[in-house]
């Protein structure tokens, strides 16, 4: 009998492992990430073939008996040889996720960094060579990225439309988004240098990211506005939207629930991978609970919960235009994206003194700093009653031939 392998991480993509058998020495098994997610898992060999054994009851012969240490080095020798040419910008982003894969990330960090990298890295910087770029060619890259249009998914996803940069709110969101993208070329760039492909980090070390990006408050719906929303929703996506307003949860959550993740008894549905990779029940309300009653009803348990027009599933960004043609028709302004929905239930929940370690916790924070980061000040708290209660009042009466504007 074979005993599963206890994996040690030698490199980005290598593992030595070793594996011991039910009697006698164990031996040393190699697993190499190949890219897309797959491995490749072989035995040490000698030359003829034959499994190298660890020194678990022999002496090292630098052969077929190896110490852990030679182990190691053996399994780096034996590495593929890498492609020719100069270590370009666009084959350290390559090898930055496959190592995001092999260390395994979650799939929203991966799919965020793969989406950054083709759309806004590689097109520009892909070409060249890691150990020639400058602080200024970085920055330069960096600051064009504030200037250029935002990208717009169009329905069929292979085109892009654009929207004018406008506003400072607008401005403020395209350097965040900047800093998010930098992030990324970042971390390829360090990861190539602590891998020996660049012989400094001084140029990207000199290039900081912009400063006070983060500061604008959360966008979300009155409750008319949330009425308003559904009803210019298709029926599918209205279903969508319901959930994301009635739970908090993010899309890709909502897209990954399961008949059977509703308990009715409980009044709960259970997210089972959240951005963090960790799992969460969501408490209802009893109008939630009423709505997702309603939708699960006769369904078996492994079915999709939520499914667009026709029984497909939604997908990475499907939400995009769906959610900006039902914003025009309930005439939402400013407008909002899904994510909206999201902060919506929190600023709400936040509004009728709901606390806000159960607010961190529906949303799936392990603490409160992100709510009162963002939800803070809409908590009422004792500087409102205290301002309330004794703060100078002048007599002011509103004109009653003075009308609000609907």
Request: glycine fraction near 8%; include cysteine; charge should be positive.
């Amino acid at each position: 009998m074979q005993h599963k392998p206890y994996f040690r991480l030698i490199e980005p993509g290598l593992h030595l492992d070793y594996r011991k058998l039910t009697s006698g020495p164990g031996t040393w098994v190699v697993r190499r990430y190949g890219g897309k997610g797959a491995y490749t898992v072989r035995n040490l060999a000698t030359a003829d073939g034959k499994p190298v054994i660890a020194d678990d009851y022999s002496e090292q012969d630098g052969n077929s008996v190896l110490s852990f240490g030679q182990a190691q080095e053996r399994a780096k020798a034996h590495r593929p040889a890498e492609a020719s040419g100069p270590y370009t910008v666009s084959v350290a982003i390559r090898a930055y996720l496959e190592f995001l894969e092999s260390d395994g990330r979650g799939a929203h960090t991966i799919r965020d960094a793969r989406y950054r990298a083709n759309g806004l890295i590689l097109p520009k910087l892909g070409d060249e060579e890691v150990s020639a770029l400058t602080s200024g060619r970085l920055r330069k890259w960096r600051d064009d990225l504030v200037k250029a249009h935002p990208r717009v998914r169009t329905k069929k996803g292979d085109t892009q439309k654009h929207r004018p940069v406008t506003g400072e709110d607008a401005k403020r969101a395209r350097r965040s988004s900047a800093n998010r993208t930098w992030t990324v070329l970042r971390a390829a760039l360090n990861h190539a240098f602590q891998n020996d492909k660049a012989p400094s980090d001084h140029a990207w070390r000199k290039v900081k990211p912009f400063k006070k990006v983060d500061g604008a408050r959360q966008r979300y719906l009155q409750i008319a506005e949330a009425k308003r929303l559904l009803n210019a929703c298709e029926s599918d996506f209205r279903l969508m939207v319901q959930a994301g307003l009635q739970t908090g949860a993010r899309y890709s959550e909502l897209a990954r629930l399961t008949v059977s993740d509703f308990n009715p008894d409980a009044g709960t549905v259970f997210i089972r991978q959240s951005k963090s990779g960790k799992s969460r029940d969501v408490t209802l309300t009893d109008e939630g609970v009423r709505f997702f009653k309603q939708v699960c009803a006769g369904r078996a348990g492994d079915e999709i919960m939520l499914r667009k027009a026709g029984g497909g599933t939604w997908s990475f960004a499907n939400q995009v235009w769906p959610m900006a043609e039902a914003v025009t028709r309930a005439k939402i302004s400013p407008p909002i994206s899904f994510h909206g929905l999201r902060h919506t239930w929190a600023s709400l929940a936040v509004m009728n003194h709901v606390p806000l370690i159960v607010v961190a916790k529906n949303l799936g924070h392990s603490d409160t700093r992100m709510v009162e980061k963002h939800y803070g000040h809409l908590a009422k708290s004792f500087i409102t009653d205290a301002i309330r209660a004794g703060a100078p009042k002048f007599g002011f009466k509103a004109d009653k031939k003075i009308t609000a504007l609907t």
